[in-house]
């Protein structure tokens, strides 16, 4: 049975930082994506960063590019966390994490459609 196990999240100010992890029970370590997306109240959903632990190569949204890193544990192929550095009010969201056994499609913008997620962690990024 696949689970995805998060934890972070919570609440600072803007300029602050804030870790996010995830760990995907379930899979073979193989060239998974494991990655992140984010949804904030009124607004469409948004993939926010994921790596493809293959290569491993990573992807990220224009908006976060810059301030946030995804990366994967040393010790756990199949665990990621993103490290979330200078957040903003608009980073505000609930954060989910997704997975996809075997497929590399998270790496190009829209193309992910991942097939298990987490249940979310809430990030709140006061100005």
């Known amino acids: 049975q696949v689970r995805l196990v998060e934890s972070g999240g919570g609440s600072v100010q803007a300029g602050g930082s804030l870790k996010l992890s995830c760990s995907v029970f379930?899979?073979?370590?193989?060239?998974?994506?494991i990655g992140w997306f984010r949804q904030a109240p009124g607004k469409e959903r948004e993939g926010v960063a994921a790596v493809y632990t293959g290569d491993p190569a990573t992807y990220y949204a224009a908006s976060v590019k810059g301030r946030f890193t995804i990366f994967q544990d040393n010790t756990m192929k199949n665990a990621v966390y993103l490290q979330m550095n200078d957040l903003k009010p608009e980073d505000t969201a609930m954060y989910y994490c997704?997975?996809?056994?075997?497929?590399?499609?998270?790496?190009?913008?829209?193309?992910?459609?991942?097939?298990?997620w987490g249940l979310g962690v809430q990030v709140t990024v006061s100005s």
């Open positions: 379930g899979y073979a370590p193989n060239s998974n994506c």
């Open positions: 997704a997975a996809q056994e075997v497929a590399f499609t998270c790496l190009y913008e829209g193309d992910w459609f991942p097939d298990d």
